[in-house]
């Protein structure tokens, strides 16, 4: 299996995890709420919502479309900060985040140096 399938797979794992712990939305934010210079929109959406409306549309983009990926994402971090006080319930969501971390940029954000 290939980057780009792999990728694709960890995406629906992502959907589907986000469903799961009662974070995927029906309703889109308003147009303004999705147009953030900030990392992970974080001025305007939670983390989740980052996750649904702005990472998710433009991965299956890229795939759909057949564009390069990234080759450097650092998603992972994020979740584990956003989460660290329900760490338990977003464990899942965290490790998909990291694998789909590593699969792009070959490295384990979230490993200590050594």
């Avoid at 794992?13 to 009662?22: D, H, S, W, Y």
């Avoid at 995927?24 to 989740?48: G, I, N, R, T, Y």
């Avoid at 702005?54 to 990234?70: A, K, N, Q, T, V």
């Avoid at 650092?74 to 590593?102: C, K, Q, W």
Wanted: aromatic share 8%; proline share 6%; net charge negative.
């Amino acid at each position: 299996m290939d980057q780009r399938q792999r990728a694709a797979r960890l995406l629906e794992r992502l959907e589907a995890e986000l469903n799961c712990l009662g974070l995927w939305q029906a309703d889109c934010p308003a147009a303004h709420e999705l147009q953030s210079s900030e990392p992970f929109a974080v001025d305007k959406l939670d983390f989740h919502q980052w996750l649904q409306f702005i990472m998710l549309p433009r991965m299956w983009d890229m795939i759909d479309g057949e564009h390069p990926l990234p080759q450097n994402i650092a998603v992972s971090p994020m979740a584990a900060h956003v989460y660290r006080h329900e760490l338990e319930n977003h464990e899942g969501l965290i490790t998909i985040l990291r694998e789909f971390d590593v699969l792009l940029s070959g490295a384990d954000p979230l490993a200590e140096d050594v």
